[in-house]
Structures are given as structure tokens and as C-alpha cells.
């Protein structure tokens, strides 16, 4: 069965009519772009999938990376997959024209690359990591640094990684024991072993750039001790030839669930002496200039768990369009034809769960592809400073919420294609497989919970939570005046209500009560923001659809729009209630979790 990878039409409905991606082009910095030069990106992204990544998937997962002590093996075809996305321009499609970038917004770059996604699972994750180190690094870096890295990884000579993890401290980053000695020459040098590396070893490009955090001998403990360092794989000369190897060692792979067209390696640094690596910015100050890379992986983790969930959507409801099996329960005749399973009415619930989901968890993920473009390229510098207190907000769930319900989203395309979907026959388990790594890299749900309700909730005197519920509090008031959207805009009102009241309450038992008990429901309090920043998003579509269906449009397009009302009905009638019982828990400071002994186990 040959089914389209993602809905295009959906996709140009989340682009131009609820986030009007055209309207950027009126911005200095996108005015050589239009509404036909991103489709073009579009197409091609399109075209790369189908033609490089769709027929190799089922290879790449069958056959997963080895190491022989020497060299790692993978199929040869993920290489030129890659190298196609590089020729392409997509893998600096946000990057300056000057640096042969596309200049992209972040917004349409990221509905673009939902293709290459969709078909290549975390093969794109190479491209997606380099680019977010290549962004540190110019974010951070001396000029000089940013000639000799930066511009090689905007090409495709080099690739970059994140290495933060390690055996005994796992993601508690102040407990790391990663060590840097200050060189006579101005360099440093690095020791220790990190794990869990995406992307640590392969062959695909001529050297690989890691960001390294490590401590330098003498600095404080914890946190504020922790510095930032480019360790390269391969000793780079002046010229920007490759130099001789540095002290960079692959431990070994790690073997995975899922997602097993990129490596996932243990690396050890400086068995030898002791790796070279180059402080980024000043000493101590590693822990934030990673932040800058691990919100921008947070956003790429949610969008990779969204877009999983879209395109398992999308095969689930082809085959269910296509599979004939049994007949309604009214249908008495037993000589009557079967019917296709789309129409029995469990098909079409697992069908609405998946698009509410997915469709949902996108949504979110544009809207901070949208903020991230906002924060750099608004008009004033208000509305700049506006859009980086809410997206810095939005981070924990927009990482979280696609990750956590996407692959739900998935589970529901296996059930709908029964035995089917869980033979390999079918990809729709492979999605599943591939998407549920999103709950626990770059921050699990736990620690993306304490995130928020912990940090993001209080900080700058609850500005970003106010500014998100004010948000919230327009588009409601907006539904109320729509006579078919104004139940569900006060149904939104009430939970809007029932989250500052519980949130309240969190906060005035953290004066005096055991923050461990108080915050042990944390997740319960990121379940509940989600679900209702879900419900404020498909209320957003809701009203997009209600005025494009007042203008009468043809019968395709109706169609479209009021499968985007059912939905957002699907989701105010069995998915929105739950917030209630979650907020319940909450308010009363609930404690089975924390009053748990490890000996009652």
C-alpha cells in the first residue's frame, strides 16, 4: 500500500490560515520570499523524502549499526540520503543567504521539513543536531570560531553533536565529572566519557564537531562549575584542512527500540593525554550556552514526535479507507458486502484520537517555530521581547505534550490496522518504536514537569504564565462571539480558571511545605497545562474553520474543515474532562506518590 506521507492540505492550513507564515514576508529579512517560494522548499522537501528516505526506511530499521572495535557499519544509503537533504539547501534552509542558506522562517522550514521526518524518522536527526550546534556556536563563539566550524557544518563537511551525558550522573548535568586542564597554548584538555551521544560516530561526513560540557580543574561544584567546550573528531588546520585524530574514542554503540538510523554512542575523551577542545564563551557559563542548543533540540524533539504521529495518522486512516472487514451492527443481512473499517464507529474514534493528537501536538510545534521567528524578526522590540518570555514558557510543553501523546497517536494507528499493524510488514510499529525515545531524550516528561510548575510558572512573577493565559483569554473571547464555538469557549474558560486556581494553590504550599511532597504531582500539572494549551489550539482552528465554511467553499474544502470541527469536538468531549480530575489531585497536595517507601515495593 502506497499512502502519502503527511497531509499537504493540512499543512498548508496550519502554515496560511492559522499562523499566515505568508504574512512574514512583509518582515525585512524574508521580503525575497512568497507563498510560492515556500512551497517550493515544501516540494522539495517532498521530493527528497519519497525519492531518498521512503524506500530505505525499512532497511535502516532492520538493520541497526554495528561497531567491530574499528569502524562502524551502517547501510551506505543513509549517507547519501543525507547528502541529498545537504544538496538540496534544506539543511541550512534558516540560515543566512549569505552562508548559502535558504532564509527560511523557522516556521516554514519546519512544515518542510516535516517530510523528510515523516520518511526518515531520526536518520533527519544528524541534520537536525548539526544544525543546532552550528547555531551555539554563532550564537556564542568568537568569529574565528565560527569560520573554522560553523561554516564547514553549514556545508555538510561537518557534522555536530550535543555531549552532555554521563555514566554516573546520567541527566543530572551538576554531578558530571568530565574534566578540562587548561593548555599553555589557550586550548584545553578534555577527559572523561559521555553516553547516549545521537550522532557520536559514523562516516557520513569528513569530521564531527561534539559540544562538549565538562569542568575545569579547580571550578566550584555543581552547575555553576560547568564550561562548554568544541571537541572536533578531527584536529582541524588553519587552512580548514583535516589535521591529524584527536584524543576522541567511540566506547561502543547502544542498541535501541527505535530510531536506528542514527548512532547512539558512548565516547571516550583524552584516553591518550587528553582531548583537545576550545572553551565556548567564558568559563562557568556552559550550562547556559547548552540551554541555547537543548531549546532548540526541546522544540526539534516535539516537532519530531509530532510529525511521527501525523504520518502514522495519515497510514492508519489510508488502510482503514481501503480494508474491507464485517459489517455494522445494524446490518442483519449476512449476504450483504463488507464494509471498509473506516465506517465502523471504534475505527473512526481511534481515527479522531490520532488526528486530535497529532494535528494538535503540530500545532503547538508551529506556534513555537512561530514565537522562535518572532523573538528575532517582529517589527518592535516589544513584540520580540513578548515572544521569548512565551516561548520560553511554552518549551517544557511543546517538547513534552507531542512527546508524550504522539506516540499514543501511533499506538491507535496499530490498533486500527489490528495484525497488521504489528507485523513489520507495515511501518506503522516502526513509528511507535521511533517515537517513543521523545518522552525521555533532551529532558524526560519528569524533569520537563519540574521545569515548569518549578521554574517557568514563578519566574519573572509568573510572567510567562501570565502572558500564556492571556493568549488563551483572546481566542476565547473571540469563540464567544461565534454562536457554534461558544460552548466550547467556555468550556476552555473554566479549565483556564480551574489551572490559575490550582496553580495558586502549588504555589502557596511551596512557602511552607516539603517541595519534594508539593511538586510530586508535577507531571499531573504538565499533563493538565497541555490538555488545556491543546484545547486552546484546536479552539484557534476551530474558528479558522467556522469562517472559511461561512464563505462557502467547495465541497473538498468543506469537507476538510469540518473534519478540523469534529476533531476539536473529539477533543472537548473526551480528552479536555480529564484536566478536572487532574486538578483535583493537584489542589489537594495529593501525597501517595511521595508518602511511597522504596522497602514497600
Known amino acids: 500500500m502506497v499512502a502519502p506521507i503527511l497531509n499537504q492540505r493540512d499543512l498548508e492550513f496550519m502554515l496560511y490560515e492559522l499562523f499566515d507564515a ?5 518582515r525585512e529579512r524574508y521580503r525575497d520570499h512568497s507563498r510560492e517560494t515556500f512551497s517550493a522548499a515544501m516540494d522539495t522537501a517532498q521530493t527528497v523524502a519519497e525519492k531518498y528516505f521512503i524506500p530505505i526506511r525499512m532497511k535502516v530499521d532492520a538493520q541497526q549499526p554495528t561497531f567491530d572495535g574499528e569502524k562502524i557499519d551502517m547501510p ?5 540520503s543525507l547528502k541529498a537533504v545537504m544538496e538540496s539547501g534544506l539543511a541550512a534552509s534558516t540560515a543566512d543567504f549569505e552562508v548559502g542558506g535558504m532564509q527560511l522562517p523557522l516556521i516554514v522550514a519546519s512544515a518542510a521539513s516535516a517530510y523528510l521526518t515523516a520518511a526518515g524518522s531520526t536518520m533527519m536527526g544528524y541534520s537536525g543536531l548539526t544544525t543546532a550546534n ?27 553533536t550535543m555531549a552532555m551525558t554521563e555514566p554516573g550522573a546520567g541527566s543530572g548535568l551538576a554531578d558530571l565529572t568530565t574534566s578540562a586542564t587548561r593548555a599553555d597554548d589557550g586550548s584545553y584538555r578534555i577527559s572523561g566519557n559521555k553516553i547516549y551521544i545521537s550522532g557520536g560516530d559514523h562516516d557520513f561526513n569528513e569530521n564531527i564537531v561534539h559540544l562538549v560540557l565538562a569542568r575545569v580543574k579547580g571550578a566550584e561544584k555543581g552547575i555553576k562549575g560547568v564550561s562548554l567546550f568544541i571537541v572536533p573528531k578531527f584536529l582541524v588546520n588553519d587552512d580548514g584542512s583535516l589535521g591529524e585524530r584527536n584524543d576522541v574514542a567511540l566506547a561502543g554503540l547502544f542498541h535501541k527500540m527505535g530510531g536506528r538510523g542514527q548512532t547512539s554512542t558512548a565516547l571516550n575523551f583524552g584516553e591518550n593525554g587528553g582531548a583537545e577542545g576550545y572553551l565556548v564563551g567564558e568559563e562557568g557559563q556552559g550550562i547556559r550556552y547548552m540551554f541555547h542548543m537543548m531549546n532548540e533540540a526541546r522544540i526539534m524533539v516535539g516537532t519530531m514526535a509530532a510529525v511521527t504521529a501525523l504520518t502514522g495518522f495519515q497510514y492508519s486512516l489510508d488502510y482503514a479507507k481501503e480494508r474491507p472487514q464485517g459489517r455494522l451492527l445494524s446490518e442483519k443481512d449476512p449476504h450483504s458486502p463488507m464494509i471498509n473499517i473506516i465506517n465502523h464507529p471504534d475505527v473512526k474514534r481511534m481515527l479522531l484520537a490520532q488526528k486530535a493528537y497529532a494535528e494538535g501536538a503540530y500545532a503547538l510545534c508551529l506556534l513555537g517555530s512561530q514565537l522562535a521567528d518572532d523573538e528575532k524578526t517582529a517589527e518592535t522590540q516589544e513584540e520580540r521581547d513578548a515572544a521569548h518570555l512565551l516561548l520560553d514558557f511554552l518549551t517544557p510543553i511543546i517538547k513534552t505534550w507531542p512527546s508524550e501523546y504522539g506516540p499514543k497517536a501511533n499506538y491507535y494507528a496499530i490498533q486500527v490496522l489490528g495484525g497488521a499493524g504489528y507485523t513489520n510488514e507495515y511501518p506503522v510499529e516502526m513509528f511507535y518504536r521511533d517515537n517513543r525515545l521523545n518522552p525521555i531524550h533532551e529532558g524526560t516528561t519528569g524533569i520537563q514537569s519540574l521545569d515548569l510548575i518549578g521554574r517557568k510558572v514563578p519566574m519573572k512573577g509568573f510572567a510567562g504564565f ?21 460552548g466550547y469557549a467556555s468550556e476552555l474558560g473554566e479549565t483556564v480558571a480551574l ?20 511538586f510530586s504531582n508535577s507531571v499531573k500539572y ?27 467553499p467547495h465541497a473538498e474544502d468543506e469537507q476538510f474543515y469540518r473534519g478540523k ?18 486538578g483535583k489531585l493537584i489542589a489537594s497536595l495529593d501525597s501517595t506518590n511521595f508518602d511511597m517507601q522504596a522497602e514497600w515495593f
Not at 505568508?22 to 512583509?26: D, F, I, K, N, W
Not at 551506505?76 to 547519501?80: H, M, N
Not at 504538565?526 to 461561512?550: N, P, T
Open 22 to 26: 505568508e504574512g512574514l514576508c512583509s
Open 499 to 518: 489551572l490559575q486556581k490550582v496553580t495558586e494553590t502549588v504555589m502557596a504550599a511551596t512557602q511552607g511545605e516539603d517541595p519534594d511532597k508539593v
Open 134 to 160: 552550528a547555531n551555539l556556536i554563532q550564537a556564542h563563539g568568537t568569529s574565528e570560531q565560527v569560520a573554522k566550524w560553523v561554516e564547514p557544518m553549514r556545508t555538510g563537511r561537518f557534522a555536530g
Open 526 to 552: 504538565l499533563d493538565m497545562f497541555g490538555h488545556i494549551v491543546i484545547a486552546w489550539l484546536w479552539l484557534k482552528q476551530g474558528l479558522v474553520a467556522e469562517a472559511a465554511l461561512a464563505r462557502k
Open 76 to 80: 551506505e544509503e543513509i549517507g547519501e
Open 565 to 582: 470541527l469534529q476533531a476539536l469536538r473529539y477533543f472537548y468531549r473526551s480528552e479536555l474532562p480529564e484536566v478536572h480530575v487532574w
Open 466 to 486: 501570565k502572558a500564556c493565559l492571556s493568549e488563551m483569554a483572546k481566542t476565547i473571547e473571540q469563540a464567544s462571539a461565534v454562536a457554534s464555538l461558544s
